[in-house]
């Protein structure tokens, strides 16, 4: 079975370091989506491209995240500086999009990164 | 604005029986609608969806109904066994207007004792 890759799965820094989160999508994917698991937020969107640009950053603080897609075989989402307020999971997924019919297959998901800001 | 809301943080049910879990939401603009299941430590695993233009679909032990005129939708799970302990994230998209992107519920702790 096809899976989206994440690395790493485990991160533990001191606040204001620079932390950078990886994903590889699925083969054959053109949709890629970054989300932001808390206990207190459930499941939150961060930003999402489609054919390697950016479609949506809207809920990234954007001061201090930001999300490229160098290949189309790699997605980053990078944290400068971090702080502990963004210990949390991160998660990846990916999906194909059919534009002609505007439908879309489920997106799949990474086994995420867990955060730790100290 | 929760647009997509579980309102049990979880249900305990015994091997065999039926479980249902419940999602409701407010965007009319959604249209297409999933659940997810999630085991500590790992992602998101897809489980079942539906289009707005059905009212149940099923896959196995697993059957989602909606009720757009409720905007309502809920998962049955018949018999339930205890591998389906899990969370459960109910998830909406509204496809021509945003491309695929999802709202999820906060999600709900489904415990099956044997």
């Known amino acids: 079975d096809a899976r989206v890759t994440q690395t790493p799965r485990h991160k533990v820094t001191e606040m204001g370091q620079e932390v950078t989160m990886r994903c590889q999508p699925i083969?054959?994917?053109?949709?890629v989506f970054w989300y932001r698991q808390t206990m207190m937020q459930g499941l939150e969107l961060l930003a999402y491209?489609?054919?390697?640009?950016?479609?949506?950053d809207s809920g990234m603080p954007k001061d201090r995240f930001s999300a490229e897609m160098p290949d189309a075989t790699l997605a980053t989402l990078k944290i400068q500086p971090s702080e502990p307020r963004d210990s949390a999971v991160y998660f990846c997924a990916s999906g194909l999009v059919l534009f002609r019919l505007g439908r879309s297959q489920p997106q799949h998901f990474g086994d995420g990164t867990r955060l730790s800001i100290l | 604005d929760q647009q997509v809301k579980q309102n049990s943080p979880s249900l305990s049910v015994q091997e065999g029986r039926i479980s249902i879990l419940n999602c409701d939401y407010t965007?009319?603009?959604?249209?297409?609608f999933l659940w997810y299941k999630k085991y500590p430590a790992e992602g998101p695993t897809f489980l079942i969806s539906i289009s707005s233009i059905k009212d149940k679909n099923e896959d196995g032990r697993f059957t989602v109904f909606l009720n757009k005129s409720a905007k309502h939708l809920s998962l049955h799970i018949v018999p339930s066994q205890p591998g389906d302990s899990a969370v459960y994230f109910c998830a909406a998209s509204a496809q021509e207007t945003s491309g695929s992107r999802l709202t999820f519920g906060e999600g709900t702790q489904l415990t099956v004792n044997p």
């Open positions: 965007n009319s603009m959604f249209d297409y």
């Open positions: 491209f489609r054919n390697r640009a950016p479609l949506d």
């Open positions: 083969l054959g994917h053109n949709t």
